[in-house]
């Protein structure tokens, strides 16, 4: 099946994730503010969505330094790469909450499973955001007024119990399912019973993202010190059986260490029980990278072509079970702004 995008966009964006911040010309004013992410993997960075040749990227900004640069002229913006253009005909574009056309809502960044990849529990109180029910919903109403609106996602921190996150989450996906009775809704939580996917679905969720991030055991066991590998396959595979196929997703998150083979098999596995891989490369940034290097060892920073290549080899795996990320209508297949998507890209 062909990609949405050309050979050369896919290789230019995968150069583009790769590489650090975009700079921007100390006198340009962005047409929209820039993102200020609580979760994923810009969070605590002050990040655009660039779109170019059918495809997106989210990306750190910055009006000092950069290993890009935003350029204009009469033609448009382009981003440069030493000197260089790497990709023209680049345009801003807005982002609802958190992610082009969906309210992807972080509904509390205080977390006390010490993942240490993330960023979300190390953010300052400044970037922090204390969100109440109310606050919240009344952002989704907003958010359902604007043109490029499409679906509305929750993901959370763990702030106490994972079940109490659950509850809380079930319950704002139960008042969004009443107030916008027809929009997708997607929902990202530490699960750890099948109760509480099952508590997801009937409250009105439509597609569930349960996050493994990674299949090499040992590399979990250090960088999820507080997560269990057994019971997130298990709400996996549960959630296939009560989502169905192309509505269950996870990140498998690259870059720690792991070999190819181990991040394919992960996807292999994940599709068995009809779930797609999310692969993201490991963003390296101030929160994250002693830590990881201190438990792990030295880490190799991931390049476009294994970008490319993982991306490559997982659609094959992906078409061989009859899967596809083309289906998903909220969270990060649909955002496309972090990886290298497969069917979307390559
Ligand atoms: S791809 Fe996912 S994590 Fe990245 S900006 Fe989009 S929704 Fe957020």
Redesign the pocket.
């Known amino acids: 099946m062909e990609a949405k995008v050309s050979p050369s966009i896919a290789r230019a964006k995968a150069e583009l994730l790769a590489g650090g911040a975009v700079r921007i010309p100390q006198d340009f004013r962005l047409p929209f503010l820039p993102?200020r992410?609580t979760?994923?993997?810009?969070a605590g960075s002050t990040a655009a969505?660039f779109s170019f040749g059918e495809t997106r990227a989210?990306k750190s900004i910055s009006r000092d330094e950069g290993d890009f640069e935003l350029s204009l002229d009469e033609n448009g913006m382009s981003i440069l790469r030493n000197g260089e253009v790497l990709i023209a005909g680049v345009k801003i574009v807005p982002?609802v909450y958190?992610?082009?056309h969906?309210a992807?809502i972080n509904i509390d960044s205080s977390c006390v499973m010490d993942c240490k990849f993330c960023a979300t529990p190390r953010l300052n109180d400044g970037i922090t955001k204390n969100l109440t029910d109310q606050k919240i919903m009344s952002m989704i109403e907003d958010a359902s007024k604007k043109d490029d609106f499409l679906s509305v996602?929750f993901t959370s921190g763990v702030p106490s119990t994972p079940a109490m996150t659950v509850k809380r989450m079930a319950g704002l996906v139960s008042a969004t399912r009443t107030l916008l009775p027809r929009t997708s809704i997607g929902v990202e939580p530490y699960a750890t019973r099948p109760d509480e996917i099952e508590m997801l679905r009937s409250a009105g969720a439509d597609e569930i993202k349960l996050n493994i991030e990674s299949f090499d055991r040992d590399i979990f066991d250090k960088v999820c010190p507080n997560r269990d590998f057994d019971i997130i396959m298990h709400m996996i595979i549960h959630a296939s059986e009560v989502f169905g196929k192309n509505r269950v997703s996870s990140n498998i998150i690259y870059g720690l260490g792991e070999t190819d083979e181990n991040v394919l098999e992960g996807v292999s596995v994940l599709a068995n029980t009809g779930a797609v891989a999310?692969l993201r490369a490991l963003r390296r940034n101030q929160y994250n990278i002693s830590e990881l290097e201190r438990i792990l060892g030295a880490l190799v920073p991931v390049t476009a072509d294994r970008m490319l290549h993982l991306a490559e080899e997982e659609k094959k795996i992906l078409q061989s079970h009859g899967l596809t990320t083309l289906e998903f209508k909220t969270?990060?297949h649909?955002?496309?702004?972090?990886?290298i998507v497969p069917f979307w890209d390559v």
Do not use: N, R, Y
């Open positions: 993102s992410s979760a994923g993997p810009g969505v989210k982002t958190h992610a082009p969906q992807f996602s999310t969270m990060c649909l955002c496309l702004s972090c990886d």
